[in-house]
Structures are given as C-alpha cells and as structure tokens.
C-alpha cells in the first residue's frame, strides 16, 4: 500500500470492514455488514468510496463481487480469501430489535495487510469495531493508521468480540465518534449518566463530534465546543425491520463532513434517510430511484 499523492484535495471515503450476508427468519438473505452497508449508500449518493474487504472464493462472495460490480462500486479493495468462508449473520428479531448470531473466522476476518489498495491522498477512514476482532484484518487496519487522514468510528460492540483494551487502542485519534446509548454506557460503565460519559470520551479523545444515537428518542450531537444539537425522528410510515437503519444515519454524517453540510442540516438528512431506510428488508437496496429522491432534495450531482 503506497499514497498516492495525484488526487484532488477533496476528501475520498475510505470504508474498511465486514462485507456478509444477514440471513433472517423467513430464509431470505440480505447483503449486509456496516461497512458495506455504508460504503453502497455512499456510492448511490455519488460520493465513489473505496471499500476495504474480503469475501470468499465461494459462491456467496461471488455474489457479492457481482452485486458490487453491478451497483457500479470500486473493486480494488475487496480482496478473495480462498481458506475462509464469505462471512454470514444470522438475524432475529426479538420485541421489534434485530439480535444477530455472528460467524466466527470468516473471510473478512482476515484482510491482508500486503494487500491493501493504494490510499487517496486524502482520506476519510470509516471503520467499526467489529472487523478488528481477528489479529490478520486488526494488523490491516493498524496498516491503514499510518496514512495521514482524518477518522469517522461507528462503534458496534457485538458480544463477545470486543474488549475494553482493545477497544481503547481502536479509539485513539478518533475524530468523528457514531455510537447508541448502550454503547455509550458499556464503554464509560464508571461514569453514572450520560452527561458524565460524553464529557468523559471529550476528555479522552480528540473528537471533533460525537453522535450518541438513542433509538425512538432520536440523536444527540456534541462538538468539541459544546454545540449541542438533538434531533428526533419523524414517525416512520411503514417498518419492515430496523437492520441498517444506524448505518443510513452513520453514511449521511459521511455525506454531510465531505460536503461540508452544517450539522443540524446533517442530522435532519440523517433521521430522514433512517426513517425510510426501515421500510426496506434488509440495510440496503437496488433501486436506484430510492436514493435518486434524496440526491434531488439534496442537490447532490
């Protein structure tokens, strides 16, 4: 992996993480995983991320190669593992909240470092915590934090596979932290309230923003400087299932840093795109016309 310094100055997403196939209840099977949720919304809204994985050499990463070429999305970061199996979730649903049973050592457990694609010069690194579980893709991801960029978190803390220590390293240097209530308190389980844990995380990190997302209760936004913004959802018309709906807030924060949006105008386009991200079977779609309705309202080329 080298820099290459050729680019524009515009920031160019990085995404690195999980590619997989959620697999519900009544045995339809959604392509899935934050990263590749995130990464395919970005490339609808136009914004050509680079997504950082690997799949199987089976028919299921396939699949996904396939679907990926079709949407248009740049392949030079999905690499195929031939030991590993393209990574599965098994999703239920339980009082209206998505559970999901994991597979272990999967393909994208297991990004190779040597590689790696060539960086943008600048770079806007989206990552979670769940794709570093495994030393081989946690040694990739170590690879990418030696190129300059400026960092977005989406923590998702699947048990068992995160710990506090590890969980701190992955921290370091963040500068844009995404995370839910519970989260929140599994990661500061010292402070007593909310308040206490976001001053907490301040004081320990870099970070420009953080977004606490609280569920029916909306989001709340804190900067460095103690802007403090809430939003709450409108009443979703129809829900299938809420898989996806945090990673449609996490891809329209990305939209709004890269194309400088204020954040109060983020978060509204966030809950917006949420809002109608749970009338779909699963985190993502193919039809086009589904994100052509928000580029219009959004003036996005």
């Keep these: 992996m080298t820099m290459n310094t050729t680019t524009s100055h515009a920031l160019r997403p990085v995404i690195f993480g999980e590619v ?18 995130v990464a395919w919304n970005l490339h609808a809204f136009g914004l050509e991320p680079l997504f950082i994985s690997s799949v199987g050499d089976d028919p299921l990463g396939t699949q996904i190669r396939t679907a990926m070429q079709d949407w248009g999305m ?8 031939p030991t590993h199996p393209t990574g599965v979730v098994d999703v239920s649903i339980q009082d209206g909240e998505p559970h999901y049973l994991i597979v272990p050592d999967s393909a994208w457990d297991f990004i190779q470092p040597a590689a790696l694609p060539d960086l943008p010069a600048n770079t ?44 701190a390293t992955l921290l370091n240097g963040a500068h844009f932290l995404k995370i839910n209530a519970d989260e929140l308190a599994e990661m ?10 976001i001053q907490h995380l301040f004081d320990t990190l870099p970070l420009e923003w953080l977004v606490v997302t609280q569920g029916a209760a909306g989001a709340l936004a804190i900067s460095a400087a103690g802007e403090r913004l809430q939003i709450k959802p409108e009443r979703a018309t129809h829900v299938v299932d809420t898989v996806g709906a945090g990673d449609a807030f996490s891809s329209v924060l990305l939209v ?46």
């Design 20 to 37: 997989l196939f959620d697999r519900f209840p009544d045995g339809t099977a959604v392509l899935g995983g934050a990263p590749f949720n």
């Design 74 to 81: 740049d392949l030079s970061g999905l690499q195929t593992d």
């Design 124 to 167: 806007l690194l989206y990552h979670g915590s769940l794709a570093v579980r495994q030393p081989v893709s946690r040694h990739a991801w170590q690879v990418l934090m030696q190129a300059p960029q400026q960092r977005f978190i989406d923590i998702n803390l699947r048990a068992p596979w995160w710990d506090a220590a590890n969980l």
């Design 188 to 197: 500061v389980p010292q402070a007593s309230d909310t308040d206490s844990r």
């Design 256 to 301: 709004g840093k890269l194309k400088d949006w204020e954040m109060t105008q983020t978060l509204q386009r966030a809950q917006q795109f949420a809002s109608a991200v749970v009338g779909l079977r699963g985190a993502t779609t193919t039809d086009p016309e589904f994100y052509r309705t928000f580029k219009a309202q959004w003036q996005l080329s």
